[in-house]
């Protein structure tokens, strides 16, 4: 093993053993409290820091938001300068300091307190202010940092974030949050999107739905097939109800099996009498499924709804656009 990559796997050592060993020393009864607090909490979470804690603070609030709680960042110079005011006695202060004993925490603690606030801290220092003034402590205490100058935070922070990720997932165990909540307040992801985006969504509908009749002639369906160009054209009824597709692939097959007689054709004569379907409210990743997950793939979907009626079609190039 190189010197390169003793140091590199030293580095995750370091830091992993600082979590294990916080792990180790937890208090039960602690923990519980905490976590009740946070959940039943009717006001705001405040995650706060300075420094390399501000960033773990930010990551945190942004976390618990994510999953539908109500959630901020505040940095403790911008809480002695106004942002004090926000932070109210129905609300929980997490405060992050490896050495608890920061100066702006000697002009914050005191009014919280007054407020009524419940303070957790989660520090380095079980002797330092901020341990003293908080309710509840979770020690981010470690030997020693990753860092071979011993001047980077690195194990301390880690371990700060592995406390403050703990505090979050608890959140989402133990108040059943639900996928479909992460979703609502992550409309333009990929998950949210997989969770919400519905075939209604990303449909072809009318006017601009290719169908015919089943008496329509081989010209005729050429011509819905051209323009628009979805790939398909749908075989209704006079009440639009669907009696089968016909796609590029149908067509090709038709010329190959009907040869010359293929102009006297009809519709119905090359149509895919009751091909899959889906309806408007499906989940758009489960259309997506539908069309893949099959012994033959296909790249288009009609939409019927409740009384069988043709209401759009749905493309995978559609769906696939609509994830991206």
């Avoid at 505040?74 to 608890?100: K, Y």
């Avoid at 790249?299 to 043709?310: I, N």
């Amino acid at each position: 093993m190189n010197k390169e990559i003793s140091f590199f796997e030293s580095v995750l050592i370091a830091e992993s053993q600082a979590i294990q060993k916080a792990a180790a020393r937890l208090n039960s009864e602690t923990i519980k409290e905490i976590i009740e607090a946070v959940i039943r909490t009717k006001g705001v979470v405040y995650f706060a820091g300075v420094g390399k804690s501000a960033f773990i603070a930010r990551k945190a609030a942004s976390s618990l938001r994510s999953v539908g709680r109500k959630s901020h960042f505040l940095s403790f110079p911008e809480m002695l300068h106004g942002d004090l005011g926000a932070v109210s006695g129905s609300d929980i202060f997490i405060a992050i300091s490896h050495s608890g004993g920061a100066e702006e925490l000697k002009s914050i603690l005191p009014i919280l307190n007054e407020r009524g606030v419940a303070v957790i801290a989660i520090t380095g220092n079980q002797d330092g202010y901020l341990a003293k003034m908080a309710k509840w402590v979770l020690s981010s205490a470690i030997d020693e940092e990753a860092c071979p100058l011993s001047l980077l935070p690195s194990s301390s922070t880690t371990l700060a974030l592995a406390l403050c990720d703990a505090i979050v997932l608890s959140v989402v165990k133990f108040a059943e949050v639900k996928k479909e909540d992460f979703a609502k307040n992550h409309p333009a992801g990929f998950l949210g999107k997989k969770l919400t985006l519905k075939v209604r969504d990303l449909m072809h509908q009318a006017p601009n739905l290719p169908m015919v009749f089943p008496d329509a002639s081989f010209l005729s369906v050429i011509q819905a097939l051209t323009s628009p160009s979805l790939g398909a054209v749908i075989v209704v009824d006079s009440e639009q109800k669907m009696l089968g597709i016909i796609t590029d692939g149908d067509l090709r097959r038709a010329l190959e099996k009907f040869a010359e007689a293929i102009p006297s054709r009809l519709a119905s004569d090359f149509m895919t009498i009751n091909p899959i379907s889906t309806s408007p409210e499906v989940l758009a990743f489960d259309a997506l499924e539908m069309m893949e997950n099959r012994p033959s793939q296909i790249s288009v979907l009609p939409v019927v709804d409740s009384t069988g009626k043709t209401v759009g079609l749905l493309r995978l190039h559609d769906v696939v656009r609509g994830y991206l």
